[in-house]
């Protein structure tokens, strides 16, 4: 790399860059480590600590003390953890400090937290919300069909171009986390419902036939849909749901992955649809799917 890093704050934007253009990060999740890592400089600058070589693992665990103080939970200091150990890979490489401070230091142990998931007869309901007589109606009754049939993230939603969904076949190409790619498979419902809209919805919303190259899923001006104009129209929708209780959708993306293991799915299937580097990650799954399995034998035993 080009940029000089001796400096702390050259260092963090030399690391911003890396994420972006090397590691391909969300723009969400570069945010996220950007606010993380600022947060420490903040603190070191306040105690007159130098530079990334400066730093001790005693001095890390101090910072950390300070986060448990302000009641900070395990979930975020282990997500701050994660990106300072990803820093300081990042400096070793560019030859900034020749090792990590981070060795010694644990990360929290995380309770394990069970996926809020919706039941069939809920998304049933969800998806016969929007009203499919207006383009902002076809958008939103493909969009959730699609979410629901895919278990995608909401910004590999966004980030579909017209192109990369085939009706036909029902698969399209997702553009994954690190740039990693996978093919996704969606059934007729959700297939009907993206023909149906990317014929008299998209046209009206785009002004005219979509592109190859096009998004997907236009907002009401034409332009690429947001994450956060997703999430306003799921939770605009779940709040004509009778059973109304405000979810986000990566609900649909949990809800997804249960009632697939729920018919019997295997489990690394599950893994490559909702493009899991780790089988670990989907493996929390199973726990919610055990547990509704629980719950039918204690209803259904006789003996139970």
Not at 227 to 238: A, G
Request: charged share 25%.
């Amino acid at each position: 790399m080009s940029t000089d890093l001796s400096s702390s704050e050259s260092a963090v934007e030399g690391f911003i860059r890396y994420l972006e253009s090397e590691r391909r990060l969300s723009p969400r999740t570069v945010r996220a480590y950007g606010g993380d890592v600022a947060q420490l400089l903040a603190w070191m600058r306040e105690r007159g600590i130098g530079g990334w070589t400066d730093l001790t693992p005693i001095r890390i665990r101090d910072f950390l003390a300070e986060l448990w103080e302000r009641g900070l939970s395990k979930r975020s200091v282990a997500r701050m953890l994660s990106a300072y150990r990803t820093l300081y890979r990042f400096l070793i490489r560019e030859d900034v400090v020749a090792e990590t401070p981070l060795g010694p230091v644990a990360t929290p142990k995380q309770e394990k937290r069970i996926p809020n998931f919706m039941d069939v007869e809920e998304v049933f309901h969800l998806l016969a919300v929007p009203d499919e007589g207006t383009a902002l109606g076809l958008r939103d009754r493909a969009l959730l069909e699609w979410l629901y049939a895919t278990g995608v993230r909401v910004g590999e939603a966004v980030g579909l171009q017209v192109g990369e969904v085939d009706l036909a076949g029902q698969t399209a190409l997702i553009h994954g986390k690190g740039g990693k790619e996978r093919y996704v498979l969606f059934g007729r419902s959700a297939a009907f419902a993206l023909k149906r809209y990317l014929e008299s919805g998209w046209p009206e919303l785009g002004g005219r036939a979509p592109h190859p190259w096009d998004p997907l899923f236009l907002n009401y001006r034409g332009g690429r849909l947001t994450d956060r104009s997703v999430r306003r129209i799921v939770d605009r929708c779940m709040a004509r749901v009778a059973s109304y209780r405000k979810i986000s959708p990566h609900v649909l993306r949990h809800t997804f992955a249960t009632h697939l293991l729920d018919a019997g799915a295997d489990l690394r299937a599950v893994q490559e649809l909702l493009g899991h580097a780790s089988l670990r990650s989907t493996q929390i799954y199973t726990h919610t799917t055990r547990e509704r399995l629980l719950q039918v034998y204690l209803h259904a035993h006789p003996r139970a």
